[in-house]
Protein backbone atom coordinates (compact mmCIF):
# COMPACT_ATOMS: atom_id res chain seq x y z
CA UNK A 1 0.00 0.00 0.00
CA UNK A 2 1.34 3.42 -0.87
CA UNK A 3 2.47 5.76 2.25
CA UNK A 4 0.94 9.18 2.43
CA UNK A 5 3.22 11.73 1.15
CA UNK A 6 4.79 13.17 4.74
CA UNK A 7 5.08 9.42 6.13
CA UNK A 8 6.48 8.62 3.12
CA UNK A 9 8.94 11.45 3.73
CA UNK A 10 9.86 10.82 7.39
CA UNK A 11 10.34 7.40 6.04
CA UNK A 12 12.55 7.50 3.90
CA UNK A 13 14.72 10.26 6.29
CA UNK A 14 14.77 7.19 8.37
CA UNK A 15 16.40 5.15 5.78
CA UNK A 16 19.09 7.67 5.43
CA UNK A 17 19.60 8.05 9.11
CA UNK A 18 19.82 4.35 9.25
CA UNK A 19 18.18 4.38 12.41
CA UNK A 20 16.27 3.07 14.31
CA UNK A 21 16.65 -0.51 13.63
CA UNK A 22 14.14 -3.63 14.37
CA UNK A 23 14.04 -3.73 18.08
CA UNK A 24 15.55 -0.23 18.96
CA UNK A 25 13.38 3.07 20.50
CA UNK A 26 13.34 6.33 19.21
CA UNK A 27 12.35 9.27 21.10
CA UNK A 28 10.39 11.96 19.87
CA UNK A 29 9.79 15.40 21.07
CA UNK A 30 6.19 16.45 21.30
CA UNK A 31 5.75 20.16 21.86
CA UNK A 32 1.82 20.35 20.96
CA UNK A 33 2.66 22.42 17.70
CA UNK A 34 1.52 21.37 14.34
CA UNK A 35 5.07 20.28 12.93
CA UNK A 36 5.68 17.74 16.59
CA UNK A 37 2.35 16.44 16.07
CA UNK A 38 2.43 15.70 12.35
CA UNK A 39 6.11 14.12 13.06
CA UNK A 40 4.20 11.81 16.16
CA UNK A 41 1.66 10.48 13.97
CA UNK A 42 3.93 9.59 10.81
CA UNK A 43 6.23 8.00 12.99
CA UNK A 44 3.11 6.01 14.85
CA UNK A 45 2.41 5.22 11.33
CA UNK A 46 5.64 3.84 10.87
CA UNK A 47 6.65 2.18 13.81
CA UNK A 48 5.16 -1.67 12.96
CA UNK A 49 5.87 -1.78 9.89
CA UNK A 50 9.73 -0.55 10.62
CA UNK A 51 9.87 -2.53 13.96
CA UNK A 52 10.68 0.13 16.50
CA UNK A 53 9.46 1.43 19.19
CA UNK A 54 8.13 4.67 20.12
CA UNK A 55 8.08 7.09 22.68
CA UNK A 56 6.70 10.87 22.82
CA UNK A 57 8.36 13.55 25.20
CA UNK A 58 7.23 16.72 26.30
CA UNK A 59 8.38 19.31 28.07
CA UNK A 60 6.52 22.36 29.90
CA UNK A 61 8.80 25.09 29.57
CA UNK A 62 6.52 27.46 32.35
CA UNK A 63 7.12 29.98 30.07
CA UNK A 64 3.34 31.46 29.65
CA UNK A 65 0.01 31.08 31.63
CA UNK A 66 -1.77 27.92 30.05
CA UNK A 67 1.45 25.58 29.05
CA UNK A 68 0.31 22.62 31.35
CA UNK A 69 -2.97 22.45 28.62
CA UNK A 70 -0.54 21.50 26.27
CA UNK A 71 0.91 18.68 28.23
CA UNK A 72 -2.86 17.51 28.66
CA UNK A 73 -3.14 18.26 24.99
CA UNK A 74 -0.02 16.11 24.13
CA UNK A 75 -1.25 13.09 26.62
CA UNK A 76 -4.31 13.03 24.82
CA UNK A 77 -2.94 12.62 21.19
CA UNK A 78 -0.61 10.16 22.41
CA UNK A 79 -3.43 7.56 24.16
CA UNK A 80 -5.37 8.42 20.40
CA UNK A 81 -2.24 7.02 18.45
CA UNK A 82 -1.51 4.12 21.24
CA UNK A 83 2.45 5.98 22.08
CA UNK A 84 3.70 6.15 25.63
CA UNK A 85 3.91 9.43 27.02
CA UNK A 86 6.60 11.53 28.86
CA UNK A 87 6.06 14.63 30.46
CA UNK A 88 8.24 16.88 32.37
CA UNK A 89 8.62 20.60 33.71
CA UNK A 90 11.48 23.10 33.63
CA UNK A 91 12.44 26.32 35.26
CA UNK A 92 13.72 27.48 32.40
CA UNK A 93 13.50 31.96 33.56
CA UNK A 94 15.93 30.35 36.57
CA UNK A 95 18.12 28.36 33.88
CA UNK A 96 18.29 32.36 31.97
CA UNK A 97 19.03 34.16 34.86
CA UNK A 98 21.66 31.78 36.36
CA UNK A 99 23.48 31.46 32.93
CA UNK A 100 22.55 35.55 32.24
CA UNK A 101 21.30 34.28 29.08
CA UNK A 102 18.37 34.60 26.74
CA UNK A 103 15.53 32.63 27.68
CA UNK A 104 15.53 31.33 24.12
CA UNK A 105 19.06 29.78 24.87
CA UNK A 106 18.23 28.38 28.25
CA UNK A 107 14.98 26.78 26.89
CA UNK A 108 16.66 24.78 24.14
CA UNK A 109 19.04 23.86 26.67
CA UNK A 110 16.26 22.75 29.28
CA UNK A 111 14.46 20.95 26.29
CA UNK A 112 17.31 18.31 25.35
CA UNK A 113 18.67 17.73 28.28
CA UNK A 114 14.87 16.75 29.10
CA UNK A 115 15.06 14.81 25.94
CA UNK A 116 18.27 12.92 26.43
CA UNK A 117 17.26 12.03 30.25
CA UNK A 118 13.75 10.21 28.57
CA UNK A 119 16.16 8.76 25.90
CA UNK A 120 18.40 6.89 28.52
CA UNK A 121 15.44 5.93 30.44
CA UNK A 122 14.21 4.19 27.60
CA UNK A 123 17.22 3.12 26.22
CA UNK A 124 16.56 4.83 22.86
CA UNK A 125 18.65 5.20 20.22
CA UNK A 126 17.83 8.79 18.91
CA UNK A 127 15.65 11.45 19.30
CA UNK A 128 13.45 12.50 16.52
CA UNK A 129 12.82 16.41 16.55
CA UNK A 130 9.96 18.43 14.33
CA UNK A 131 12.31 20.90 12.54
CA UNK A 132 10.59 21.58 8.93
CA UNK A 133 12.02 22.97 5.18
CA UNK A 134 10.36 26.42 6.68
CA UNK A 135 12.22 25.87 9.99
CA UNK A 136 15.78 25.36 7.75
CA UNK A 137 15.03 28.90 5.53
CA UNK A 138 14.46 30.96 8.97
CA UNK A 139 17.56 29.83 10.03
CA UNK A 140 20.15 30.19 6.98
CA UNK A 141 18.99 33.84 7.09
CA UNK A 142 18.71 33.98 10.86
CA UNK A 143 22.70 33.27 10.73
CA UNK A 144 23.43 34.87 7.41
CA UNK A 145 21.76 38.22 9.30
CA UNK A 146 24.44 37.83 11.70
CA UNK A 147 27.16 37.10 9.45
CA UNK A 148 27.84 33.81 9.99
CA UNK A 149 30.17 31.40 7.85
CA UNK A 150 29.51 28.70 5.67
CA UNK A 151 29.50 26.01 8.20
CA UNK A 152 26.88 28.13 9.82
CA UNK A 153 25.04 28.35 6.73
CA UNK A 154 24.75 25.26 6.32
CA UNK A 155 21.53 25.35 8.64
CA UNK A 156 20.59 22.11 10.65
CA UNK A 157 21.42 18.79 9.23
CA UNK A 158 19.34 15.87 8.90
CA UNK A 159 21.10 13.99 11.89
CA UNK A 160 23.56 15.30 13.89
CA UNK A 161 24.36 13.06 16.91
CA UNK A 162 21.37 11.36 18.46
CA UNK A 163 19.41 14.37 17.03
CA UNK A 164 16.97 13.24 13.63
CA UNK A 165 15.87 15.74 11.82
CA UNK A 166 12.99 13.59 9.38
CA UNK A 167 11.08 16.70 8.31
CA UNK A 168 13.71 18.58 7.19
CA UNK A 169 12.83 18.42 3.60
CA UNK A 170 9.00 18.64 4.33
CA UNK A 171 7.45 22.47 4.14
CA UNK A 172 4.84 23.92 6.69
CA UNK A 173 2.22 23.80 4.35
CA UNK A 174 2.71 19.72 3.83
CA UNK A 175 2.27 19.68 7.34
CA UNK A 176 -0.97 21.30 7.47
CA UNK A 177 -2.44 19.54 4.62
CA UNK A 178 -1.57 16.03 6.52
CA UNK A 179 -2.78 17.10 9.64
CA UNK A 180 -6.47 18.31 7.76
CA UNK A 181 -6.52 15.04 6.05
CA UNK A 182 -5.65 12.92 9.28
CA UNK A 183 -8.18 15.07 11.17
CA UNK A 184 -5.38 16.07 13.60
CA UNK A 185 -5.82 18.95 16.03
CA UNK A 186 -2.82 20.81 17.20
CA UNK A 187 -1.66 23.94 20.03
CA UNK A 188 -1.02 27.25 18.65
CA UNK A 189 1.76 29.00 20.88
CA UNK A 190 0.76 32.18 21.12
CA UNK A 191 4.94 33.31 21.47
CA UNK A 192 4.75 32.16 17.97
CA UNK A 193 3.47 35.39 16.48
CA UNK A 194 5.72 37.77 19.01
CA UNK A 195 7.65 40.24 16.67
CA UNK A 196 10.16 40.63 19.47
CA UNK A 197 11.88 37.62 18.37
CA UNK A 198 14.01 38.04 15.45
CA UNK A 199 12.82 34.51 14.44
CA UNK A 200 9.37 35.34 14.37
CA UNK A 201 10.29 38.49 12.59
CA UNK A 202 11.99 36.05 10.20
CA UNK A 203 8.83 34.11 9.37
CA UNK A 204 6.02 36.67 9.25
CA UNK A 205 8.05 39.72 8.02
CA UNK A 206 11.23 39.05 6.29
CA UNK A 207 10.32 36.02 4.27
CA UNK A 208 6.62 36.80 3.38
CA UNK A 209 8.34 40.07 1.63
CA UNK A 210 11.47 38.24 -0.23
CA UNK A 211 8.50 35.40 -1.41
CA UNK A 212 6.09 38.54 -2.78
CA UNK A 213 8.75 40.55 -3.96
CA UNK A 214 11.93 38.82 -5.09
CA UNK A 215 11.18 34.68 -5.28
CA UNK A 216 7.72 32.52 -4.46
CA UNK A 217 10.12 29.67 -3.91
CA UNK A 218 12.44 30.97 -1.83
CA UNK A 219 11.87 28.43 1.30
CA UNK A 220 12.53 25.77 -0.72
CA UNK A 221 15.83 27.37 -2.59
CA UNK A 222 17.22 28.41 1.21
CA UNK A 223 16.49 25.11 2.11
CA UNK A 224 18.48 23.79 -1.19
CA UNK A 225 21.17 26.43 -0.70
CA UNK A 226 21.59 24.84 3.52
CA UNK A 227 22.02 21.39 2.17
CA UNK A 228 24.78 22.51 -0.60
CA UNK A 229 26.68 24.24 1.99
CA UNK A 230 26.07 21.54 4.58
CA UNK A 231 27.96 18.74 2.35
CA UNK A 232 30.78 21.47 1.95
CA UNK A 233 31.25 22.09 5.77
CA UNK A 234 31.49 18.30 6.26
CA UNK A 235 34.43 18.21 4.22
CA UNK A 236 35.59 21.12 5.92
CA UNK A 237 35.15 19.51 8.73
CA UNK A 238 36.96 16.15 8.10
CA UNK A 239 40.05 18.22 6.55
CA UNK A 240 40.11 20.29 9.66
CA UNK A 241 39.77 17.30 12.05
CA UNK A 242 42.77 16.14 10.04
CA UNK A 243 44.88 19.06 10.43
CA UNK A 244 44.02 19.05 14.89
CA UNK A 245 45.25 15.72 14.94
CA UNK A 246 48.47 16.61 13.60
CA UNK A 247 49.34 20.02 15.31
CA UNK A 248 47.12 19.12 18.83
CA UNK A 249 48.02 17.86 21.90
CA UNK A 250 46.29 17.34 25.43
CA UNK A 251 48.80 18.44 28.73
CA UNK A 252 47.75 19.26 32.00
CA UNK A 253 44.00 20.17 31.45
CA UNK A 254 45.19 22.33 28.29
CA UNK A 255 44.83 21.76 24.92
CA UNK A 256 48.00 22.49 22.76
CA UNK A 257 48.34 23.41 19.33
CA UNK A 258 51.48 23.38 16.75
CA UNK A 259 51.76 27.07 15.60
CA UNK A 260 53.78 26.66 11.99
CA UNK A 261 51.30 23.67 10.87
CA UNK A 262 47.94 25.74 11.84
CA UNK A 263 49.79 28.90 10.33
CA UNK A 264 50.90 27.30 7.23
CA UNK A 265 47.58 25.42 6.83
CA UNK A 266 44.63 26.49 3.86
CA UNK A 267 43.09 29.81 6.05
CA UNK A 268 39.87 27.97 5.91
CA UNK A 269 41.00 24.51 7.10
CA UNK A 270 42.95 26.75 9.83
CA UNK A 271 39.90 28.60 10.92
CA UNK A 272 37.63 25.36 11.39
CA UNK A 273 40.46 23.64 12.78
CA UNK A 274 40.48 26.55 15.53
CA UNK A 275 36.54 26.22 16.06
CA UNK A 276 37.22 22.72 16.71
CA UNK A 277 39.95 22.95 19.33
CA UNK A 278 37.40 25.56 20.76
CA UNK A 279 35.14 22.78 20.87
CA UNK A 280 37.04 20.72 22.84
CA UNK A 281 38.20 23.04 25.31
CA UNK A 282 34.85 24.38 26.79
CA UNK A 283 32.47 24.98 23.75
CA UNK A 284 31.50 27.24 21.27
CA UNK A 285 28.88 29.19 23.14
CA UNK A 286 29.48 32.88 22.87
CA UNK A 287 32.29 32.11 20.29
CA UNK A 288 32.44 34.47 17.68
CA UNK A 289 34.28 35.35 14.58
CA UNK A 290 35.96 37.51 16.31
CA UNK A 291 37.88 34.98 18.24
CA UNK A 292 38.81 32.45 15.75
CA UNK A 293 39.97 35.50 13.32
CA UNK A 294 42.43 36.59 16.57
CA UNK A 295 43.74 33.44 17.11
CA UNK A 296 44.48 32.51 13.73
CA UNK A 297 46.16 36.11 13.42
CA UNK A 298 48.10 35.69 15.99
CA UNK A 299 49.70 32.08 15.16
CA UNK A 300 50.55 33.37 12.16
CA UNK A 301 52.20 36.56 13.34
CA UNK A 302 55.94 36.29 13.75
CA UNK A 303 56.57 36.93 16.97
CA UNK A 304 53.60 36.09 19.21
CA UNK A 305 55.32 34.83 22.30
CA UNK A 306 53.70 35.69 25.38
CA UNK A 307 50.43 37.13 24.00
CA UNK A 308 47.20 36.07 25.87
CA UNK A 309 43.59 36.59 23.84
CA UNK A 310 40.99 36.15 26.85
CA UNK A 311 38.07 33.72 25.36
CA UNK A 312 34.29 32.91 26.11
CA UNK A 313 33.90 30.71 29.22
CA UNK A 314 37.13 31.64 31.04
CA UNK A 315 39.92 30.42 28.86
CA UNK A 316 42.75 32.17 27.03
CA UNK A 317 45.05 31.17 24.27
CA UNK A 318 48.49 31.96 25.69
CA UNK A 319 51.07 31.93 22.53
CA UNK A 320 55.10 31.29 22.99
CA UNK A 321 57.24 30.94 19.94
CA UNK A 322 56.23 27.30 18.90
CA UNK A 323 52.82 26.87 20.35
CA UNK A 324 49.44 27.95 21.50
CA UNK A 325 48.12 26.89 24.36
CA UNK A 326 44.11 26.67 25.02
CA UNK A 327 43.52 26.86 29.15
CA UNK A 328 41.42 27.98 31.55
CA UNK A 329 42.44 31.93 32.32
CA UNK A 330 44.57 32.63 34.69
CA UNK A 331 43.64 36.43 35.72
CA UNK A 332 46.54 38.80 36.56
CA UNK A 333 49.46 36.48 34.52
CA UNK A 334 51.26 38.25 31.53
CA UNK A 335 49.62 40.65 29.08
CA UNK A 336 45.70 39.90 27.88
CA UNK A 337 45.11 41.25 24.44
CA UNK A 338 41.31 42.23 23.52
CA UNK A 339 39.90 40.02 20.88
CA UNK A 340 38.73 43.26 19.37
CA UNK A 341 42.08 44.68 18.78
Known sequence: MRLPFLVAAVDRALLTAGTPL??????VGLSGGADSVALVDALASLRRRRGFRLVAAHLDHGLRPGSADDATFCAALCERLDVPFRAGRALVRARAAREKGGLEQAARRERYA??????????????????TRDDQAETLLLRLLRGAGATGLAGMRPR?????????????AEILAHLRERDLAWRED????DLAYRRNRVRHELLPYLEARFNPGIRAGLARTAALLSDEAAHLRAEASALLALVAREEEG???????????????????????ALQRTGGLAQVGAVHVERLLRLARAKAPSGRRVPLPGGREARFTRDEVRLERRVLGAGKAVSSRE
Open 22 to 27: RGQALV
Open 160 to 172: TGDVLRPLLGVSR
Open 114 to 131: FLRAVRDEERAVAIAVAH
Open 190 to 193: PSND
Open 254 to 276: ALILKRTPLAEAATAVARAAVRL
